[in-house]
């Protein structure tokens, strides 16, 4: 079993559409990362957050450090937004390094 | 604003030749992460690297080694390349390291792309 799991590993949408994905996760972390990755491969951050809400235009995130869950929400999607979304487990302490899920693949059809 | 530079950005070597990939973090950045992301596959931490020394390792095969050097930008060497060492090779860099207690956000490099023949 994955320590991150994301729901679910593939999205299709129409534009304009509200999308939501989902990331649970097993341990305890100091924080989660949102990454997107483009087909060619270059991952760029989106968010990094340990606790409540981030909004970056139509971007949000949000995370229940109780329940260890996540979701990223984007809204007005558009086919632009077409991409793999990865959430990665910080676990800071001794080690910063990222345990990665299972990536969600949307395509957001115009 | 500066980013993290990988080079090269696509490598192609024959089976059992050796390969290094550099990682230029952001300037000021004191960590350096290296992952592994194979076709189709999540990335997997390698191993990373804190004020030059390594700080933690993760599914790096003997074959392999890295280091950081004192301009902080660090190499992953490569040897006895297996055809299952083809992969998307990523470099991360972070403001400070391990042992911390806060969780510092990452920035990623564009990858370097090996492809083993």
């Known amino acids: 079993k994955n320590e991150v799991e994301q729901s679910p590993q593939n999205l299709t949408a129409q534009e304009g559409e509200f999308i939501t994905i989902n990331c649970s996760y097993s341990?305890?972390?100091?924080?989660l990362h949102w990454l997107q990755q483009h087909p060619g491969g270059g991952i760029v951050s989106l968010f990094m957050?340990?606790?409540g809400k981030k909004k970056h235009g139509r971007l949000i995130a949000t995370i229940n450090i109780q329940e260890k869950h996540s979701s990223l929400h984007i809204t007005a999607s558009h086919p632009r937004d077409s991409a793999v979304y990865i959430c990665a487990a910080h676990y800071g302490g001794a080690t910063n390094k990222l345990i990665f899920g299972t990536g969600t693949l949307l395509a957001v059809q115009p | 604003a500066a980013g993290v530079i990988q080079s090269p950005r696509h490598l192609i070597k024959e089976k059992r030749e050796t390969a290094t990939l550099k990682c230029y973090p952001i300037p000021r950045h004191d960590t350096v992460y290296w992952y592994q992301q194979g076709p189709g596959q999540d990335p997997q931490f390698l191993i990373s690297?804190?004020?030059?020394?390594?700080?933690d390792k993760g599914s790096i095969p003997d074959r392999f080694s890295a280091q950081q050097f004192s301009d902080y930008h660090s190499e992953l060497n490569m040897s006895s390349l297996e055809l299952g060492d083809s992969a998307l090779y990523f470099c991360?860099?972070?403001?400070?390291?391990?042992?911390?207690?806060?969780?510092?956000?990452?920035?990623f490099g564009p990858g370097t792309r090996l492809t083993v023949t």
């Open positions: 957050l340990s606790s």
């Open positions: 341990v305890g972390i100091s924080a």
């Open positions: 690297f804190y004020e030059k020394m390594q700080s």
């Open positions: 991360a860099s972070s403001l400070a390291g391990p042992g911390q207690g806060f969780a510092y956000e990452q920035y």
